[in-house]
Nanobody
Framework: QVQLVESGGGVVQPGGSLSVSCAASGKIKTILVMGWYRQAPGKQRDMVASMTTSGNRNYADSVKGRFTISRDNAKNTVSLQMNSLKPEDTAVYFC???????????????WGQGTQVTVSS
């Protein structure tokens, strides 16, 4: 019903910048929240940043001041600009949306397939 496709990511040196983007498509009635999570090998998946349709942003403490989330509500896209990257930012980054599909009343969580971000010298 709702599909998420991520793009971007890759390999960057410490201190560098990278961005990831995500586009939602399908039979969408409304999107409430779009955001990014990440999962490093052997660790749990943690929230990185999220943004409501009204513009409220939320960041993990570890990325505040370095990462910026933005949305284009008309295009159902979300992007994450990552600056001053550190080796500990290395992970698979997953796009997530909380959305209400057409024909339904309640929202559900939808995930992208993930994109690798590697910070290494």
């Amino acid at each position: 019903q709702v599909q998420l496709v991520e793009s971007g990511g890759g390999v960057v040196q410490p201190g560098g910048s990278l961005s990831v983007s995500c586009a939602a498509s399908g039979k969408i009635k409304t999107i409430l929240v779009m955001g990014w999570y990440r999962q490093a090998p052997g660790k749990q998946r943690d929230m990185v940043a999220s943004m409501t349709t009204s513009g409220n942003r939320n960041y993990a403490d570890s990325v505040k001041g370095r990462f910026t989330i933005s949305r284009d509500n008309a295009k159902n896209t979300v992007s994450l600009q990552m600056n001053s990257l550190k080796p500990e930012d290395t992970a698979v980054y997953f796009c997530k949306t909380v959305a209400v599909p057409q024909g339904r009343l309640l929202p559900d969580n939808y995930w992208g397939q993930g994109t690798q971000v590697t910070v290494s010298s």
